[in-house]
Each structure stands twice: as C-alpha cells, then as structure tokens.
C-alpha cells in the first residue's frame, strides 16, 4: 500500500526553525515529484515547493524563498522541508504529496498524499 506520512510539525515563534519529514512507503520515489501543500484555515491549500526526485531539481513558491529549503534522501525514501525565519502567515496544516514525474503546483497532479502535520508560529 502507497503511503506518505508527514512529521516534525510543531508551535515555533516566528523567526524560528522546523524541519518537517515526508517518509514513503509502498513505493519507489525514483520516478516521482515530491511536493509540499499547505492549508491554512479558511484558504486553498498552495503550493510550497517541489523537488524532482531523479533530477534533484527544486521549485519554491515567491513567500518562502530563501527561508524554506526541499531536500531527500534517497536511501531513507524521505523528503524533507527545512522550514527558517518562519512567520505568522506560515502557519498551516502541511502536506506532502507523489506525482508521476513532473512538479506542479496543482493539487489534482498528484496521486498520493499524506495525512498533513500542523505547523503553527506564534509568540
């Protein structure tokens, strides 16, 4: 079974750092994209970032270039998003999602998601 379980959520301050986990199963992310959605109560989920997994090549939405930043390990079938300088607008439910092949930054290209880990910044 196909799965994708996302971790490492949390209450930040702003201005600090997580760094959230999307773990595979069931699967090979070889010929996959592997990217990152969030919701905010009240919004459409977006778009954070993506990564090709053959390619290793990266996309990241304007509002968090420069402070969030894609990566994988390809032994641990594990992608992750190192999340800086984290804001009050930042705060969301996250989720990771698999698409054959190509990143994008609409939500029907993807055919696995996970369960979505909450992140929240606040003083």
């Known amino acids: 079974q196909q799965q994708l379980v996302e971790s490492g959520g949390g209450l930040v301050q702003p201005g600090g750092s997580l760094r959230l986990s999307c773990a595979a199963s069931g699967f090979t992310l070889d010929d996959y994209a592997i990217g990152w959605f969030r919701q905010a109560p009240g919004k459409e989920r977006e778009g954070v970032s993506c990564?090709?997994?053959?390619?290793?090549?990266?996309n990241y939405v304007d509002s968090v270039k420069g402070r969030f930043m894609i990566s994988r390990d390809n032994a641990k079938n594990t992608v992750y998003l190192q999340m800086n300088s984290l804001e009050p607008e930042d705060t969301a439910v996250y989720y990771c999602a698999a698409a054959p092949a190509m990143c994008s930054w609409y939500a029907v290209a993807y055919d696995y998601w996970g369960q979505g880990t909450q992140v929240t910044v606040s003083s």
């Open positions: 990564i090709k997994w053959s390619r290793g090549s990266t």
